[in-house]
């Protein structure tokens, strides 16, 4: 009952930049950490970053020093910025979050639909 809709992807050049968002909607009643992922076609599925409800953040080694990761707790919204982008970016990117619903006693971990980064010239 939690979806994750995430938004902001595209075609961008090389040394460009990008921001995702992602909300999360549905009966929530608390959201833990959330995070990015990304796959290329043909490729496994890798983390890029995660930050915690805290706002703790971790990240890929790919993404360290490009990419920045936050959230807007009163919007149940996650992003990531995105820059100095190369064609080995290009990939979906999915958003993750760990939540637990209303009358609910556990946690579960829930994935958004995917959206396209393509980074070419």
């Given at each position: 009952?939690?979806?994750?809709?995430?938004?902001?992807?595209?075609?961008?050049?090389?040394?460009?930049?990008?921001?995702?968002?992602?909300?999360?909607?549905g009966?929530?009643?608390?959201?833990?950490?959330?995070?990015?992922?990304?796959?290329?076609?043909?490729?496994?599925r890798?983390?890029?970053?995660?930050?915690?409800?805290?706002?703790?953040?971790?990240?890929?080694?790919?993404?360290?020093?490009?990419?920045?990761?936050?959230?807007?707790?009163?919007?149940?919204?996650?992003?990531?910025q995105?820059?100095?982008?190369?064609p080995?970016?290009?990939?979906?990117y999915?958003?993750?979050?760990?939540?637990?619903?209303?009358?609910?006693?556990?946690?579960?971990?829930?994935?958004?639909?995917g959206?396209?980064?393509?980074?070419?010239?």
């Amino acid at each position: 009952q939690v979806q994750l809709g995430e938004s902001g992807g595209g075609l961008v050049q090389p040394g460009g930049s990008l921001r995702l968002s992602c909300a999360a909607s549905g009966s929530i009643f608390s959201i833990g950490a959330m995070g990015w992922y990304r796959q290329a076609p043909g490729k496994q599925r890798e983390l890029v970053a995660t930050i915690t409800s805290g706002g703790i953040t971790n990240y890929a080694d790919s993404a360290k020093g490009r990419f920045t990761i936050s959230r807007d707790n009163a919007k149940n919204t996650v992003y990531l910025q995105m820059n100095s982008l190369t064609p080995e970016d290009t990939a979906d990117y999915y958003c993750n979050a760990v939540a637990r619903l209303r009358a609910s006693s556990a946690w579960y971990n829930y994935w958004g639909q995917g959206t396209q980064v393509t980074v070419s010239s």
